[in-house]
């Protein structure tokens, strides 16, 4: 390395000092996960804790179901595939439906002109002050009188629109050059077919922010589906592992390899798409 | 176009968040569905003779005052640091990042056992130290600073984020002047990017103040059963108990869906008066601009 590149890594390291430690810290955690999931009931019970995984990964097998769990030779019996299968049909279901209703709405709301529209927009943007929270028991009991409890709709409909997707498709539309549907028009193609063939197909960028941020959210529900669901045939994964936890509360084995079980199918998918979901977020921290 | 939108915006929002403020005023049960009019009394009962819910404002607002400066000083610190051209930047500010797009239920249960009374590994790090060991979960003085901690873990990197976007939208000649004329980093800081910065973070700031208002999930899974499920847990002596909380705990555990419309009102009320506050701020902004 010349001197210059050595100046600069003396300039830099400092930030290296405090950011390294800072960066070990946020990821302890997981790395945590691994070590305990790899250990046995004896191992995690030892105090000063041991550091590093000691590759039982058999843990995993047990905590499938697939081999009797050694301490009371008992086999879990918890349906995960089940689980699994039902957050992805209501994560797919959820991301499918608010891609449908923001690029409609946002196409709508940025191209067609029709009365009251800036007023029904003010009413969208208001909407973003009602935190989900506040509205748990009005919207059970009307998934009550639905009939829904229990139920894929019940974890889907109640999220087939998002506010931040509007916003976001309404204002990637606003920035199409308005000839793209003039010769449209002369072509004799209407909004729909318009918005189908050409402005949609532009939109990949937002589409894809949309898609992955609703897929990461309603893969992670918690709340909503612990209060709606109480069956295993249509509880999400995230409430499978909380019921797991609460009924076999001694093993934090079998708990911490069933939280990476959970956990990786994400977090990899967070990895192959950081870019967009970090870009995204830094975006909607700008244009407030 | 906008119909399927809206649709379900009124359904599942504007009617709920419409609705709330009547069922406030009925004594309404979530199983059997019977309901009457009872006037006021939901609302007297909160705020005059309810001891808990008073114990979860008061908690809420220490869980509030706990998370939202200290994951917001990390998260500035740490966008500060992060903010030039070095190897490893992308890395690092992933790693920081992740907490926030985990699922909670997950990291939520690897926290409690790090917070283990007896072999948890956080106190094992106070054990270095030759600090005593912390009864985090099950004592009332320690339960809060814990899911503190967790929810400072889990927000910082957002705020990071927006912060290092906040940071790099800055015009770079004003910071390169000050050097010029000879300024410390320090002084740099104070007088430059932090004035530059105020617009982010006051969104930033907003922000964190509603998601730390209305905070449920990591209390229902640290401190849900604790204190048993008879009462509601909360953790000990109610240590951990939020208004959030409380409105999951009398909907959804004793299925007292009029008083929890009560306190939904009383926290959609605090919300709005923050995000009002958010809306003024937006409407100078764009006047500026």
Do not use: C
Not at chain 1, 86 to 113: Q, R
Not at chain 2, 195 to 215: E, M, Q
Request: positive net charge; without cysteine.
């Amino acid at each position: 390395m010349n001197a210059r590149g050595w100046r600069r890594v003396l300039e830099l390291l400092p930030r290296y000092l405090v950011l390294i430690p800072f960066a070990a810290l946020f990821a302890f955690p997981f790395y945590w996960m691994v070590v305990i999931s790899l250990g046995t009931l004896q191992s995690v019970f030892v105090f000063p804790p041991i550091l590093y995984p000691l590759m039982h990964w058999e843990n995993y097998l047990t905590a499938l179901g697939l081999m009797a769990d050694p301490s009371t030779g008992d086999y879990l019996n918890i349906p995960w595939a089940r689980y699994f299968l039902n957050t992805v049909i209501v994560a797919t279901g959820t991301t499918g439906l608010v891609l449908i209703t923001s690029v409609l709405g946002g196409y709508a709301f940025a191209s067609v002109p029709f009365p009251g529209k800036t007023l029904i927009f003010g009413l969208v943007l208001a909407v973003y002050m009602v935190p989900t929270e506040v509205t748990l028991v009005p919207n059970f009991i009307i998934l009550a009188k639905l009939n829904w409890i229990d139920s894929y709709e019940a974890q889907i409909v109640p999220f087939g629109a998002s506010v931040f997707g509007i916003f976001l498709m309404r204002q990637f539309f606003l920035g199409l050059p308005k000839d793209l549907w003039e010769s449209a028009q002369l072509d004799g193609s209407g909004h729909f077919r318009f918005l189908w063939l050409i402005a949609a197909p532009l939109a990949r960028p937002p589409i894809v922010t949309i898609a992955l941020f609703n897929f990461v959210a309603s893969w992670n529900a918690f709340l909503w589906p612990l209060i709606v669901t109480n069956s295993d045939s249509y509880r999400p994964v995230q409430v499978g592992l909380q019921a797991f936890s609460y009924a076999d509360a001694t093993n934090p084995v079998l708990h911490a390899a069933g939280s990476l079980m959970v956990t990786l199918p994400i977090l990899i998918m967070f990895l192959l798409a950081q870019r967009q979901i970090i870009g995204g977020i830094a975006a909607s921290g700008i244009r407030g | 176009m906008i119909s399927p939108a809206m649709t379900l915006l009124i359904v599942f929002v504007i009617i709920p968040a419409l609705w709330i403020f009547w069922l406030s005023f009925q004594r309404w049960d979530l199983i059997s569905g019977t309901s009457d009019y009872i006037g006021t009394a939901n609302f007297e009962r909160l705020l005059l003779r309810d001891d808990v819910f008073r114990k979860a404002v008061w908690q809420t607002v220490y869980f509030v005052a706990g998370t939202v400066p200290t994951s917001m000083g990390l998260g500035l610190f740490l966008a500060v640091l992060l903010n030039k051209p070095m190897p490893f930047r992308n890395f690092l500010r992933t790693v920081i990042f992740t907490p926030y797009v985990m699922p909670i239920v997950s990291t939520a249960l690897i926290f409690s056992f790090i917070y283990h009374p007896d072999v948890g590994a956080l106190n094992a790090a106070l054990n270095v130290f030759g600090l005593p060991k912390v009864r985090w979960l099950d004592s009332p003085q320690a339960i809060m600073p814990a899911i503190i901690i967790y929810s400072v873990w889990q927000h910082t990197g957002y705020n990071t984020v927006i912060f290092l976007a906040g940071l790099s939208n800055l015009p770079p000649e004003l910071d390169e002047a000050a050097r010029v004329d000879g300024a410390r980093a320090w002084t740099r800081f104070w007088r430059v990017t932090w004035p530059l910065l105020s617009p982010t973070t006051y969104f930033v700031f907003l922000i964190n103040l509603v998601a730390s208002f209305k905070v449920v999930q990591p209390i229902l899974i640290f401190a849900g059963g604790v204190g048993g499920a008879t009462s509601g847990g909360g953790g000990p002596d109610k240590a951990a108990e939020t208004i959030g909380y409380y409105l999951y705990v009398q909907a959804f555990s004793f299925f007292h869906a009029g008083y929890a419309a009560a306190i939904s009102v009383v926290l959609f009320l605090i919300i709005l008066a923050i995000t009002g506050l958010q809306v003024g701020f937006f409407s100078r902004r764009v006047f500026y601009r």
